[in-house]
């Protein structure tokens, strides 16, 4: 049974997608929206991972994704490094371009 607060999450969750995803994940087939963040270029040669690419999205989505699952974001295939849920429905994914 849903809560009333879990009603009001999920509204609150669709409206920051609607407003903030700027991209696509293809999961298994499936399009999660999600905002997409992906440095400019990888620093000192990718030897250094503070800037790896990261996508938020959906729990619904992404929650089911951990480390080497695959995905896509605009045609780039890419695995998950890192897996974070944060407890109100998002789920933060840190990348590496296959």
């Given at each position: 049974m ?6 009001l999450?999920a509204?609150?969750n669709?409206?920051v997608l ?7 994940a293809?999961v298994?087939g499936v399009d999660?929206?999600v905002?997409?963040d ?12 503070a ?8 729990v619904?989505?992404l929650?089911?994704?951990e480390?080497?699952?695959a995905l896509?974001?605009?045609g780039i295939?890419?695995?998950v490094e890192?897996a974070?849920?944060?407890g ?8 590496r371009?296959?």
């Amino acid at each position: 049974m849903s809560t009333p607060f879990a009603a009001l999450e999920a509204r609150a969750n669709g409206a920051v997608l609607g407003r903030l995803a700027n991209a696509i994940a293809v999961v298994e087939g499936v399009d999660v929206p999600v905002i997409f963040d992906k440095p400019y270029a990888a620093p000192f040669g990718g030897e250094v991972d503070a800037a790896a690419p990261e996508c938020t999205g959906p729990v619904a989505g992404l929650g089911a994704l951990e480390r080497d699952s695959a995905l896509t974001i605009d045609g780039i295939a890419y695995v998950v490094e890192t897996a974070e849920q944060d407890g109100l429905g998002f789920v933060r994914l840190v990348l590496r371009s296959v």
